[in-house]
């Protein structure tokens, strides 16, 4: 083998990912509320979850996410279930879990510039207060 063909293999398993093994999982729940059932609102959550491969994240993502499902009742008192709708998407993080790795990421256009050249619109940042390092240009 050459220098070059040696030093263009190197450079190619630089370049390969090896899998961390835990994997960010959107999942979407519906809130239903009276009766019969409405939909109200919509909630999608993250969760990690562990697993050699992606068929196997979702898996266990999919024994998981009932945890979350429970019962509820409005201020006025009507009834409500909080119920798993499905799985939105799923990413395989960088690096195992710890303090400070990015577990999610999303693009989002800001503001004034049109959803097709990036991506979603940038959603306001609420309460201001608990914006870092700040919500505003103030």
Same mark, same amino acid.
């Given at each position: 083998m050459s220098v070059g063909t040696r030093a263009r293999a190197s450079a190619d398993e630089a370049a390969l990912a090896y899998p961390s093994g835990? #994997?960010?999982?959107?999942? %979407? *729940?519906? *809130?239903?509320? !009276? =009766?019969p059932p409405v939909s109200r609102m919509v909630e999608d959550r993250v969760i990690l979850v562990d697993g050699q491969d992606e068929e196997t994240a979702l898996g266990r993502a999919c024994e998981i996410a009932p945890e979350y499902e429970h019962e509820l009742q409005t201020d006025d008192g009507d009834p409500g279930l $909080? %119920? #798993? =709708? !499905? $799985?939105?998407? $799923?990413? =395989?993080?960088?690096?195992p879990p710890a303090a400070g790795t990015e577990v999610w990421h999303e693009l989002m256009a800001p503001g004034g510039v049109p959803e097709e050249e990036i991506g979603e619109p940038l959603p306001p940042v609420y309460p201001a207060q608990m914006a870092f390092p700040r919500a505003s240009d103030d």
């Open positions: 835990w #994997f960010a999982v959107q999942l %979407r *729940y519906a *809130y239903l509320i !009276g =009766e $909080i %119920r #798993f =709708e !499905g $799985i939105v998407a $799923i990413k =395989e993080l960088d690096d």
